[in-house]
C-alpha cells in the first residue's frame, strides 16, 4: 500500500536510499539518500512518453514525497546535464525550495530551460567545483570526473558517518574521449581501498557484452564518411552530445564543409558548448536561411530527431514540412545515436519515409557512426573490481538491465545486491540492509507547459479512444416522453461506412427497451442515459465488435 504521509521518525537514526525515477526504467532519474534524518537527492530528470500515452513526449517524477521532508532536504545535485537526469528541474521548479548544484555546463543548461519557463529567479542554482568537496548536513560529497556523451559528468562519492557510497550516475571507460580526460582508474581503486558501503550504478549497458568502445574511433569514422559523399549530408544525434557533435565538426572541417544546426534544443546546446568554451570555432556554423543557398557539396545538416520524434527538425525534413532545408535524392543521413528502448517503430517509420525518397541511410549497424556513453559489462566488472562495494544497488535501466547488471555484480564477488523498484526504501546501515518503507511515486505526464497526473482522467479517456474508438449520440425526448425521430450519432476512431445500419439497429434496440420503462423512468435522465448506453453497447460489439467509449446528449424538448 503507497503512503502519502510518511512517518518520518524512521529516517531519524540511519543511513536509507530511495528512488522516486529511474529504477525499471530508461530515463527519470531521481535519488534520495537520507541520513539521519537529512536528506539529498541526486538528479532530477525527464523521460519519453510511450504509447500508453498518447499524446504526449515527455514525463517527469512525482516528488510529492519532497513536501513531507521539505525542511530536511539540504540539497538536489545534478550529475550532468542530459535530460534524463537534469531535464524535469525546470518543470518542478516551483516544488523545489533547497538549493541545486550543478556544474558549468549543466548549470547553464538548466538556467536556458529556467528562462523559457519564466522561473529562473525561482530556483537557487549554484555552480559546484568538482575538484573541491560539498559540505552538506551529515554529508560530504566529493566529485569523480568520469567519461560520457556530454560535457562534465561526474561519479558522486558520499561520505556518511555509516561509510562511504559511490553513486556512479551514467559513465563509460574511454581512453581517448573527445571532451575532458579519461576516466580516472586510480581514483576509483583508492575510494576501493577507503571502503565503499554501497555502488549505486548505472545499468543502461549491462547485458551487453564487452566494451562500449572509443568516441575517438567514431571522429575517424565521421571523417572517412564525409569525404565518400558528394552529396547533403544530415547528421542526427541527441542534442546533449556535444562529444558527438564536436566529432561532427571536425569532420565537416575536414572536407571543406559548413554546418547547419536544426532545431531549437540543438542551437541551445551548441550556445552553451560555446560560452563554456566546448567549441572554439564559431564561424564553421550558418543559418538555416544559407544553408539553402551554399552548394549541397559543402554542406553538413545537424538536427533532432533522432527518435522519430514527430516534432522534430528531421521529421520535419523527412515529409518536406520545414521552410529552408529540402532533400533530395542520393543524399545521406546519418543516424549518429543508439535507439531507446520503445523508440524502434517511431525511428523505423522515419527510416523508411527517408528510404522511399531515395536518401541514403547510414546507421551504427553500417559503420562505426555511434559508440555509447554507457558501459557494457566489462567496464561495469571492471568498477566492481576498483570498488570493491559489500553492497550494489543498479539503477537506471529497465528490469532485464537490472537483472543483467546484478549477474556482475554477483560475479564480481559483490556479497549483497538488492534489486529495488522507485518507491521501494532501503535501510543500508546500521543493522541488516532491508525495505523499510514504500514512498508513493509515479509520473506526472507534460502537456505544454502544465503538469497533470499520468493517473488523470482525461489522459485515462484518450488511451480508451486510442484503443478503441469513440461513440457521440444525441437524442431528443419530447414533453410527452416520446422520442425525437432525428437521433444523431458519431464516430470517431471507428469505421463509419455502417453508420446507418447502426443508427436503425440502436433504434430499433432502444425503442424496444424504452417502451418497457413507465413515465417516472423516462423521466429520469440517469434512466435513460443507463439504457442509450447498454442498447447502443450491444449494437456496436454486435456489428462492429467494438467496446468504444460512449457520450451521451440528451434533450428535452
Not at 537529512?38 to 530528470?45: F, R, S, V
Not at 545521406?332 to 531515395?358: H, M, T, W, Y
Amino acid at each position: 500500500m503507497l503512503k502519502t504521509n510518511t512517518n518520518l521518525k524512521l529516517y531519524e537514526k540511519g543511513l536509507f536510499f530511495l528512488s522516486l525515477g529511474g529504477i525499471g526504467e530508461i530515463g527519470a532519474n531521481c535519488y534520495l539518500y537520507c541520513c539521519d534524518g537529512k536528506w539529498i537527492m541526486i538528479d532530477l530528470g525527464l523521460s519519453f512518453a510511450d504509447e500508453q500515452f498518447p499524446g504526449v513526449d515527455l514525463l517527469v517524477p512525482k516528488i510529492k514525497f519532497i513536501e513531507e521532508i521539505k525542511d530536511n532536504l539540504v540539497a538536489i545535485i545534478i550529475s550532468h546535464g542530459h535530460e534524463d537526469h537534469a531535464g524535469a528541474v525546470a518543470y518542478l521548479a516551483d516544488y523545489i525550495k533547497c538549493p541545486v548544484y550543478a556544474s558549468s555546463f549543466a548549470k547553464l543548461l538548466i538556467e536556458n530551460r529556467l528562462k523559457e519557463f519564466g522561473k529562473l529567479d525561482t530556483i537557487d542554482l549554484i555552480e559546484f567545483d568538482s575538484s573541491q568537496n560539498l559540505s552538506l548536513d551529515n554529508f560530504n560529497l566529493r566529485f569523480i570526473d568520469t567519461t560520457h556523451s556530454i560535457p562534465q559528468p561526474q561519479a558522486i562519492v558520499i561520505e556518511t558517518s555509516y561509510g562511504n557510497l559511490l553513486h556512479t550516475a551514467d559513465w563509460k571507460l574511454d581512453d581517448q574521449p573527445t571532451l575532458g580526460n579519461s576516466l580516472s582508474k586510480n581514483s576509483f581503486i583508492d575510494l576501493g581501498n577507503e571502503g565503499v558501503l554501497a555502488l549505486i550504478g548505472d545499468s543502461t549497458n549491462a547485458d551487453v557484452p564487452g566494451y562500449s568502445g572509443s568516441e575517438n574511433e567514431v571522429r575517424e569514422e565521421l571523417q572517412q564518411i564525409f569525404a565518400r559523399y558528394i552529396n547533403r549530408i544530415v547528421v542526427t544525434c541527441f542534442s546533449s552530445n556535444i562529444a558527438r557533435i564536436i566529432n561532427i565538426v571536425n569532420a565537416a572541417k575536414k572536407n571543406n564543409r559548413k554546418i547547419a544546426l536544426i532545431g531549437r534544443s540543438m542551437k541551445k546546446n551548441i550556445e552553451a558548448a560555446i560560452k563554456t568554451g566546448l567549441i572554439d570555432d564559431n564561424n564553421i556554423f550558418i543559418s538555416e536561411e544559407e544553408a539553402s543557398l551554399i552548394p549541397k557539396e559543402n554542406l553538413v545538416i545537424i538536427c533532432t530527431g533522432s527518435q522519430g520524434e514527430k516534432r522534430s527538425a528531421l521529421y520535419r525534413i523527412a515529409y518536406n514540412s520545414h521552410r529552408n532545408i529540402h532533400l533530395e535524392k542520393d543524399d545521406v543521413v546519418i543516424f549518429s545515436s543508439r535507439d531507446i528502448p520503445g523508440n524502434e517503430k517511431s525511428i523505423n517509420a522515419l527510416k523508411n519515409l527517408l528510404i522511399r525518397q531515395r536518401i541514403e541511410i547510414i546507421t551504427a549497424d553500417d559503420d562505426l557512426v555511434h559508440v555509447s556513453g554507457h558501459g557494457h559489462a566489462e567496464e561495469i566488472k571492471q568498477m566492481y573490481n576498483w570498488t570493491k562495494p559489500y553492497i550494489s544497488i543498479p539503477v537506471h535501466g529497465e528490469p532485464m538491465h537490472l537483472a543483467a547488471h546484478k549477474k556482475i555484480s554477483e560475479a564480481s564477488q559483490v556479497p549483497l545486491t538488492k534489486i529495488l523498484q522507485n518507491g521501494k526504501c532501503l535501510k543500508m546501515a546500521p543493522g541488516d540492509c532491508s525495505i523499510v518503507d514504500n514512498i508513493e511515486t509515479g509520473k506526472l505526464i507534460v502537456e505544454g507547459k502544465y503538469l497533470y497526473d499520468s493517473e488523470s482522467e482525461f489522459i485515462k479517456n484518450r488511451r480508451k479512444y486510442s484503443f478503441e474508438g469513440l461513440a457521440m449520440i444525441s437524442i431528443l425526448l419530447n414533453d410527452d416522453n416520446s422520442i425525437g425521430k432525428n437521433i444523431q450519432l458519431s464516430l470517431i476512431g471507428l469505421p463509419d461506412l455502417e453508420l446507418n445500419f447502426i443508427k436503425e439497429e440502436f433504434k430499433k434496440e432502444f425503442v424496444k427497451n424504452f417502451t418497457k420503462l413507465n413515465n417516472d423512468q423516462k423521466s429520469s435522465d440517469q434512466n435513460v442515459t443507463d439504457l442509450i448506453r447498454k442498447s447502443l453497447k450491444f449494437v456496436l460489439k454486435n456489428i462492429l465488435y467494438k467496446k468504444p467509449e460512449i457520450q451521451i446528449h440528451i434533450i428535452r424538448d
